[in-house]
């Protein structure tokens, strides 16, 4: 049985409350209008599909919330969906990691557990684990305080399947929105 996912490339967290998820999901459309569409969401978190470069639509987002006392916490993109473990993460990050350029530093940023088979049972790594199989593809000198790119990757449970969204940032990207 295949599980049908979403097709999403922008996080939007905001603070908890169902009035909070309106206000954020009116906003969010009033600024990008035609440029993305829902996709999903759970607690307070949800997904997008932008569809246009999602750094950019993230970056609008951020620009204008700045003093605008709409409750977004952080907006994310996202630069592949993948199954939630570890090899098909691994793949990915070994793509994303040739725009690193030479002489500058990463860290990975990994919110949930990824999954490894091994001798045919689906096994939850332990995030030291994940984090060391993720970083071994970016061949870059890692900086975990002040990095130049954070590889981010969290785990998005939608109904019953698990996902990895997987991210090559640079750091404000990561941070909440003021």
Known sequence: MRLSVPDFNLIVIHEPGVENYGRVR???KSLL???IAYAYSYQSVILYKCFEDPH?????????LRGSGVPIIKVIPVDAVVRADI????SVVRELAGRIPLG????????G?????????SIELSTDRAVREVASEVNRPVDLTNPSWIVYVRVVKIGLAKVAAISLLKPHELERVP
């Open 33 to 35: 209008g035609n440029r």
């Open 56 to 64: 950019l639509c993230a970056e609008v987002l951020r620009k204008e």
């Open 113 to 121: 557990h990824l999954e490894k088979v091994e001798e045919g049972f």
């Open 87 to 90: 090899e098909s993460v691994r």
């Open 26 to 28: 009116n906003y969010v």
């Open 104 to 111: 500058e530093t990463f860290r990975v940023t990994l919110q």
